[in-house]
């Protein structure tokens, strides 16, 4: 859970960024 958490926060900053 904590894995899938991060994966996707590390995507929405990610399209965040962009």
């Known amino acids: 859970l904590t ?3 991060s994966a996707i926060e590390n ?3 990610g399209l ?3």
Do not use: P
């Open 3 to 5: 894995s899938d958490l």
């Open 11 to 13: 995507i929405i900053l």
């Open 16 to 18: 965040l960024r962009s």
